[in-house]
């Protein structure tokens, strides 16, 4: 039987990848990732280490030929491998969900130094040097969320507050 303490969270947000994984990026790279905190969440799957990175509404875009097929899309994978951060070439994409087209403007952007080969794919470092380009770049191609999606926010932090006052 599996104890429930030692299971991976599947989605982190943004703040909970740092606290797990961030603790030798540098202030200004906690930062600039904390900027997709507000529209974005973190899914891993098979490997505990790498994340993707999907927008906090769950949208959907028209793929396939006939563009009858919905899939969400992916802004990036993020990889932690000995406490250096990395972005990957490639996202895996599946039934559900499928690869932004900002990820290979990304990966292409970025230095060269520094390309390691993990877990089947291509990563390049994320240090001080380009976190600004990823973060602007991903927020550039990362929808703005909702006001419906505020106002469910806001709704549920004014309850938690009222229950705290409660207690």
């Known amino acids: ?22 603790t030798n990026f540098s202030e200004h790279m906690k930062k600039r990732l ?3 905190e507000s529209r974005s969440y973190l899914v891993r ?21 006939e563009n009858t097929v919905l899939k969400e899309y992916i802004y990036g994978q993020f990889e932690v491998d000995k406490d250096i951060l990395y972005f990957s070439e ?8 499928m690869q932004a087209p900002i990820v290979s403007t990304i990966y292409d952007s970025l230095n060269c130094e520094g390309v390691i ?6 990563l390049k470092i994320v240090g001080d040097n380009n976190i600004d380009y990823v973060v ?3 927020l550039s ?3 703005q969320v909702s006001q419906r999606y505020l106002d469910i926010i806001h709704g549920m932090a004014a309850r938690a507050v009222r229950k705290k006052l409660k207690a």
């Open 45 to 65: 799957k098979e490997v505990s280490n790498r994340f993707d990175l999907k927008h906090v509404e769950h949208i959907e875009y028209e793929c396939g030929q």
């Open 34 to 36: 904390m900027e997709l």
């Open 117 to 122: 080969f993990s877990n089947g794919r291509n």
């Open 90 to 97: 490639s996202c895996e994409e599946s039934t559900k969900s």
């Open 141 to 143: 191609a990362c929808p």
């Open 136 to 138: 602007d770049s991903t």
């Open 1 to 22: 039987m599996a104890n429930i303490h030692y299971t991976k969270k599947r989605s982190i947000s943004m703040e909970q990848f740092i606290q797990e994984f961030g």
